[in-house]
């Protein structure tokens, strides 16, 4: 439970760290060296899981080819079902990460091999993760539904030439997310729509997209991921957001735009969080006491 601890933490901005599993709920370093198998997948499981949604595809990508299906075969519990898709996701997302990059290493023929290769690396083993899930889903499994529909739209946006395609399969993962509920996975899949659409000139749409990614995630309670998803693209998204709009996402003055610094964001995510000197002291006796 303590591995969990640090990831909401991480995920709330109540930790100097975003992929990080060290703070006062746990010790990273600890927990992957740990003689208990399960301690440290989990906590492999988590890292994963945070690199997923704060945008460390390659990470996550690595350390899924790492991890392979040994948590999904050796644990029990609710969160079992969950790693496929976080190994997938990072893997798509790194393999379109590493298609970026390669167009603009043409002048380097061994870069862009190395590349290459590991780019249908990614994608070779996401692809075998995405039959998992499907099977799942034709047995019946419901919950994975939003699952392969964000999978089916990442594999799509890889491999179709044709946008419009891609951008009906995005829309419809969104659909099947939020009929599902899952608050998170509604907002991952409205932004890798919209990181979709910032590739290909769809600036307006996407802008609309990163701003109900941006809502959602604060939502949720992610509030380091809000503020860093905000910043990375506050240009546009502000280009294209009437200050009516603005106003109605940021309530009680909840985060500001003219907040650029580390320091500025650090203090509006302990505001939006409602974190005291004193809570944090009751949590680390609390980590002490255990």
Not at 131 to 159: C, D, P, R, Y
Not at 163 to 188: C, D, M, P, W
Request: glycine residues 6%.
């Amino acid at each position: 439970i303590r591995v969990l601890w640090q990831s909401i933490l991480n995920l709330a901005g109540n930790s100097t760290k975003t992929t990080h599993l060290t703070g006062i709920a746990t010790n990273e370093e600890k927990c992957l060296s740990s003689q208990s198998p399960c301690i440290a997948l989990f906590m492999q499981f988590m890292k994963n899981f945070l690199c997923l949604y704060f945008g460390e595809y390659e990470l996550g990508a690595n350390l899924a080819l790492k991890r392979g299906d040994r948590f999904l075969k050796s644990s029990k519990g609710q969160f079992i079902g969950y790693d496929p898709f976080v190994r997938a996701s990072c893997l798509y997302a790194a393999a379109r990460a590493i298609t970026k990059r390669h167009d603009g290493m043409k002048a380097d023929c061994v870069a862009v091999a190395r590349r290459g290769k590991l780019r249908a690396l990614y994608l070779s083993h996401a692809e075998k993760i995405r039959s998992v899930v499907e099977a799942w889903v034709k047995g019946g499994a419901f919950n994975h539904i939003h699952q392969l529909s964000i999978m089916n739209a990442e594999f799509a946006a890889l491999t179709n030439k044709n946008k419009g395609q891609v951008a009906e399969l995005y829309k419809h993962a969104i659909i099947e997310a939020t009929r599902s509920g899952f608050k998170h996975n509604i907002a991952l899949a409205e932004e890798r729509y919209a990181d979709f659409l910032f590739d290909f000139g769809g600036a307006h749409e996407a802008s609309m997209h990163c701003r109900s990614a941006i809502q959602l995630y604060k939502e949720w309670g992610a509030y380091r991921k809000m503020e860093s998803l905000r910043k990375k693209h506050k240009a546009i998204v502000d280009k294209y957001t009437s200050s009516s709009f603005i106003a109605f996402m940021r309530p009680s003055g909840e985060y500001s735009d003219d907040s650029d610094s580390d320091e500025d964001t650090d203090e509006s995510v302990k505001k939006d969080t409602k974190v005291s000197g004193k809570d944090l002291k009751v949590d680390q006796a609390w980590a002490d006491a255990s």
